[in-house]
Nanobody
Framework: QLQASGGGLVQAMGSLRLSCAASGRTFSRFYAMGWFRQAPGKEREFVAG????????NYADSVKGRFTISRDNAKNTVYLQMNNLKPEDTAVYYC?????????????????WGQGTQVTVSS
């Protein structure tokens, strides 16, 4: 089970840190983790991903240099630090876990999903 938190309302150029706590399985050792987002009327899109060791990460071009994904395996938690937020970052953010070692970017490659947390960036 994945539980996302940390969303909220922030002004443009502000920051937020999302957290995703995993329970019920040893996600920290065997799963790649990812963050996706979905804006109203749009498809769910990949934002960032990290492999099981934390040594490999992947980002969507739209967030490179602004967002940082990390994980704390001791706490079974993955984070998404979001800086310099823009109104176009407004969306529901979802965390997900994939049962493979590499960092996938497709929705269909992820097997477990959290409930989503709303991020709203005002201009």
């Amino acid at each position: 089970q994945l539980q996302a938190s940390g969303g909220g309302l922030v002004q443009a150029m502000g920051s937020l840190r999302l957290s995703c706590a995993a329970s019920g399985r040893t996600f920290s050792r065997f799963y790649a983790m990812g963050w996706f987002r979905q804006a109203p009327g749009k498809e769910r899109e990949f934002v960032a991903g990290i492999n099981y060791s934390g040594g490999s990460t992947n980002y969507a071009d739209s967030v490179k240099g602004r967002f940082t994904i990390s994980r704390d395996n001791a706490k079974n938690t993955v984070y998404l630090q979001m800086n310099n937020l823009k109104p176009e970052d407004t969306a529901v953010y979802y965390c997900a876990a994939a049962n493979i070692a590499v960092v996938p970017t497709r929705v269909l490659d992820y097997h477990y999903w959290g409930q989503g947390t709303q991020v709203t960036v005002s201009s």
